[in-house]
C-alpha cells in the first residue's frame, strides 16, 4: 500500500491471524488497503483468500514514514 502511495516507511508492528490453513500450490487472493494515515504513521490491513473467497488470514501493520535521504546521508561517501 506505502509503495503505491509513493511512501518510502519502516515497519513498527505487523500482526498476521491466521484463520484457516493456507495452502500451497494453490490460487491465492491478496487484498490490502489503507486504514488510516496520522502525520508520519500509516496503518494498513491486508487479507489472503482462497478461490472461494474464504479469508484464510488476516493482517494489520504500522508502519512510519522516513526520508531516506536524511537517514542514510550518513553512510553514503561524498
Known amino acids: 500500500m506505502n509503495k503505491l502511495r509513493h511512501v518510502?516507511?519502516?515497519?513498527?508492528?505487523i500482526?498476521?491471524?491466521y484463520l484457516k490453513p493456507v495452502?500451497?500450490?494453490q490460487p491465492l487472493r491478496v487484498e490490502s488497503r489503507e486504514?488510516?494515515?496520522?502525520?508520519?504513521k500509516h496503518i494498513n490491513m491486508?487479507?489472503?483468500l482462497n478461490e472461494k473467497g474464504e479469508v484464510l488470514a488476516n493482517s494489520e501493520?504500522?508502519?512510519v514514514a522516513i526520508d531516506p535521504h536524511r537517514m542514510f546521508?550518513?553512510?553514503v561517501d561524498r
Open 46 to 48: 491486508a487479507e489472503i
Open 73 to 75: 546521508a550518513r553512510f
Open 23 to 25: 495452502p500451497l500450490q
Open 35 to 40: 486504514v488510516k494515515v496520522t502525520g508520519r
Open 8 to 13: 518510502i516507511a519502516l515497519t513498527s508492528r
Open 15 to 17: 500482526t498476521v491471524n
Open 61 to 63: 501493520g504500522v508502519f
